[in-house]
């Protein structure tokens, strides 16, 4: 199926939370990676979200360019293209984007949604991440506010941040401090600011001790009930329209009994990147060690064309990182959920 374009993007949001399920956002940064996801998604009967970071978008776009709304908008144009041959909806993301950058990104990928919408295209991407959980809350929320009234007329959802996720993500590392857990207070703030715009949608990555990376089974302190406690204080202020789209950041090492409950507090969205870096990884090291004396042209030997070819080991990694995808979607819930109908 194409693309998802904004009403279903926005039924979808509605089902999982509704459903109790979430949808994985899966970082990719190459043709082969996005192929990936399709094939996940699409054998476990789910839709799902496909996201480029600022570091990804400029790895796609060449090392001797590195311009990373370029290589942004290859991604995307490449999977507006080849999710036709998938019986699921995707939609397309753009993940952590400091303030500093949004005029490297954001805006420019704003920029190219405009441009198609004047000439009657689709958006090129359904919804786009502004980080500013480095800044104090205020600023924050009055750069979101405008990036929202600009989204609301191109039917852009807006994610944003309050709080700040542990750990690394793309060379950004996260400080450890009492903002790890978003306080019922700081999403009061969001929803008196955000909801006033009207048709504005957005998502709230609020952060309950979240580390991006990867930590064994007991090193993250997650606490999900701040999300039912961040639902509990809006929904009574503002009434139940108001209930936040919940973004799950750095759920890697989380257990399966944490996702559930996050998901249980309206978390519709969970990002996966190392986990997924890891599935595609794994079987290239494999093959590599494998195949030593053919992927080397050890001592005068030529090697062995059939193995150093890199389609043979991308393939391998493209499946693996596909049954990883399938494996999100189960632990998510959404097996079986796709809203497309052949
Ligand atoms: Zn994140």
Known sequence: MPVANYEIYCRMLERAREGHFAYPAMNVTSLTTANAV???????????????STGGGAFA?????????????????????????????????????????????????????????????????????????????????????????????????????????????????????????????????????????????????????????????????????????????????YGEAARFYLVFHGGSGSSVEEIHEAIDYGVVKMNIDTDMQYAFTRPIADHMFRNYDGVLKVDGEVGNKKTYDPRSYLTLAETAMAERVKLAVTELKGVGTTMYKA
């Open 38 to 52: 399709l094939k996940g998604l699409a054998e476990s009967k789910s839709d799902g979200i496909i996201q480029v």
């Open 61 to 237: 776009s060449g090392v001797a360019v590195k311009d990373m709304a370029l290589g942004a908008i290859s991604i995307a144009e490449h999977v507006h293209r080849v999710a036709e041959r998938y019986p699921i909806y995707v939609a397309l993301h753009t993940d952590h984007c400091q303030a500093d950058k949004l005029d490297k990104l954001v805006i420019p990928l704003v920029e190219e949604t405009e441009k198609r919408r004047a000439a009657g295209k689709p958006n090129l991407f359904n919804s786009h991440m502004f980080d500013g959980s480095a800044l104090p809350l205020k600023e924050n929320l009055d750069i979101a506010v405008k990036l929202l009234e600009r989204f609301q007329k191109n039917d852009l959802i807006l994610e944003i941040e309050a709080g700040v996720v542990g750990g690394e993500e793309d060379g950004v590392v996260g400080k450890a401090s009492e903002k790890l857990y978003t306080t019922p207070e700081d999403t009061l703030e969001v929803a008196s600011r955000l909801n006033t715009i009207k048709g504005g949608r957005y998502l709230l990555a609020a952060t309950f001790g979240n580390v991006h990376g990867v930590y064994k089974p007991g090193h993250v302190k997650l606490k999900p009930k701040v999300l039912k406690e961040c639902q509990e204080a809006v929904v009574k202020k």
